[in-house]
C-alpha cells in the first residue's frame, strides 16, 4: 500500500486554513462576564449557513473509537453549511480533510487535536467521519439545518491508512 498511508500531525490554525478554523480558546483573549464569575471566549469560528430557508443548529454526538491505524475509506462535504465539532472533554481526536480537485477529494491530510480543540470545517470541505481514539466520545456539532440536500459522500477505491504518533 505504497503511497497510501499517512501519519496525522498536530492540528494548527496554519496547516488547517484552507480547510477551516481550529477552535482554540487560547487563540483569543477571555471576556469576564457574569461579574467575573465566568470568561468568554467569544467569536472562535463562524459557522457559514447558504441556501434558502437554512438555519444553523446545535446537536449533540455520541461517537465510538474507530481501531488504529485507521482504514480511510469514506469522506463527506457539506456543500450549504460548514460544520463544527468541540469535544465535551479534553481528549484529543483525529481530524481528516482533503483538498478538493474538480469536485472530488484530493490526497488526505491528517491532524490530531491538542487537548481541548475542536474543529470548524468550511463550506464544502471533504472531511473524514469524526474519531475519537482509544474510548466513547461527546461533541457538540453546530452545522445548517433546513431545506436542501447538505451531505455528499465519496468512497475510496482504495482505502488510506492512518496512523497516529507513538507518543499519542
Not at 38 to 57: I, K, N, Y
Request: hydrophobic share 45%.
Amino acid at each position: 500500500m505504497s503511497g497510501r498511508t499517512l501519519t496525522a500531525r498536530p492540528l494548527t490554525q496554519e496547516a488547517f486554513a484552507p480547510f477551516g478554523t481550529v477552535i482554540d480558546k487560547a487563540a483569543v483573549a477571555p471576556r469576564p462576564m457574569n461579574a467575573g464569575m465566568a470568561r468568554r471566549f467569544h467569536d472562535l469560528a463562524e459557522v457559514a449557513v447558504l441556501g434558502s430557508g437554512g438555519r444553523a443548529v446545535i446537536g449533540l454526538v455520541e461517537a465510538q473509537p474507530y481501531a488504529l491505524p485507521l482504514a480511510l475509506t469514506l469522506v463527506e462535504r457539506h456543500p450549504l453549511g460548514a460544520q463544527a465539532f468541540l469535544p465535551l472533554d479534553a481528549s484529543p481526536f483525529l481530524v481528516v480533510v482533503c483538498p478538493d480537485e474538480d469536485g472530488r477529494p484530493g490526497a488526505p491530510l491528517a491532524f490530531l487535536t491538542a487537548p481541548g480543540q475542536g474543529v470548524c470545517y468550511g463550506v464544502g470541505t471533504w472531511h473524514g467521519v469524526l474519531t475519537p481514539l482509544g474510548a466513547p466520545q461527546d461533541f457538540v456539532v453546530v452545522d445548517r439545518g433546513g431545506p436542501g440536500v447538505n451531505l455528499e459522500e465519496f468512497t475510496f477505491a482504495q482505502p488510506w491508512s492512518i496512523r497516529i504518533p507513538d507518543a499519542v
